[in-house]
């Protein structure tokens, strides 16, 4: 459960409000955080240690006590340099890439990012995202010019291209008495497949799958023949002797048939609302990789297929992912 926002947390969400402040537009990669994009504020600890600061030097100057006096600078100039060494814990690190597989509306990212620590040690800084929880830079970042990849969980609600919102870079290190932070908006949108129908009818055609095609009968005594290998062929088709002897890829084909072409098309769902139209054929495409089934998708503004495996697949949720929404 997300933990609830500090006061400092609160005063960075209304400062990123602001049209002047950085983080508020998007950025391209690389980018390199500097002492104009770093901001510092005291913590709770560090507002408390202020005040009892404050109070020993109101005290001392009152008393005319040089050793009070001593000690309360000697804690100020502590502090301060608090303050400093949070602020270089972040001004040279850098973030160089950015990536993300794609996943259902309704699961969570994995965005890995790429950074690079520069001059200092990274100690103690987290990554965190304007939904979900912040993270530990690893380990690796703590060595001077090193680079490390750090992965944050993102949730997702809607299909489509997604926005990633404000990342934010933040540390109180090395006292605790200071936080210091710099946002950043990516330029990169990530994909977010449409959910899945979680039921509904299977595959068109499975009720008939035992119908097959017939194919020209071959002479021989075999009961397949040869031919070489195609982008989508079921690995458990592939004649590995053979292949090995003729040094290229040999599928076999059998002289039984094989099963039809699986049709998904659009017009055939027009009975359901747009939005469920969507989650039948992103399931039914995952249905016929499964049964290693060739399949075409037919959707307003392009067909897709027939084929078969992971690139097919790609293409066609991205399809549909892309879909406007209803009455767009």
């Known amino acids: 459960m997300p933990s609830r926002p500090d006061v400092l947390e ?19 990669l690389p980018i390199t955080l500097d002492r104009k994009r770093i901001y510092v504020l005291p913590t709770r600890q560090g507002l408390l240690v202020g ?3 404050l109070g020993m030097l109101l005290g001392a100057l009152n008393y005319n006590n040089n050793p009070g006096l ?29 990536h993300a597989e794609p996943v259902h509306a309704g699961e969570s990212l994995a965005l890995r990012l790429r950074l690079e620590s520069g001059k200092r040690s990274r100690e103690g800084v987290q990554l965190r995202a304007a939904a979900g929880e912040a993270v530990d830079l690893p380990a690796s970042l703590h060595v001077t010019g090193a680079d490390a990849e750090v992965e944050l969980t ?45 039921s509904g009818p299977p595959l068109p ?9 017939p194919r020209a009968q071959r002479s021989g005594e075999d009961t397949h023949h040869l ?7 079921a690995p458990r088709q592939i004649a590995w002797k053979a292949s090995a002897r003729l040094d290229r890829l040999m599928v076999r084909e059998y002289e039984a048939g094989v099963a039809r072409d699986v049709m998904l098309d659009w017009q055939a769902l027009r009975q359901l609302p747009h939005e469920q139209r969507i989650a039948r054929l992103a399931r039914w495409v995952l249905e016929a990789e499964r049964e ?19 690139e097919h697949r790609h293409a066609c949720l991205r399809a549909l992912a892309l879909l406007p929404e209803a009455g767009a």
């Open 205 to 213: 055609g499975a009720a008939s799958d035992g119908a097959r095609q």
């Open 154 to 198: 993102i949730p997702t609600a809607r299909r489509g291209l997604m926005d990633l919102g404000r990342l934010r870079l933040s540390t109180t290190r090395p006292l605790g008495l200071a936080r210091a932070w710099s946002w950043w908006r990516p330029q990169q949108r990530v994909l977010v497949y449409p959910a899945l129908e979680r």
């Open 292 to 310: 290693g089934r060739r399949y075409r998708l037919q959707i307003p503004g392009t067909t897709l297929g027939p084929a078969r495996g992971p």
């Open 51 to 53: 005040v009892l600061v």
């Open 70 to 98: 001593m000690l309360a600078f000697l804690l100020a100039a502590i502090v301060h340099n608090g303050v400093v060494l949070a602020h270089l814990r972040l001004s040279g690190l850098r973030i160089t890439a950015l």
């Open 227 to 233: 031919r070489d290998y195609r982008n989508g062929d």
């Open 10 to 28: 609160r005063i960075d969400d209304g400062l990123a409000r602001l049209p002047f402040v950085r983080g508020r537009k998007p950025e391209p």
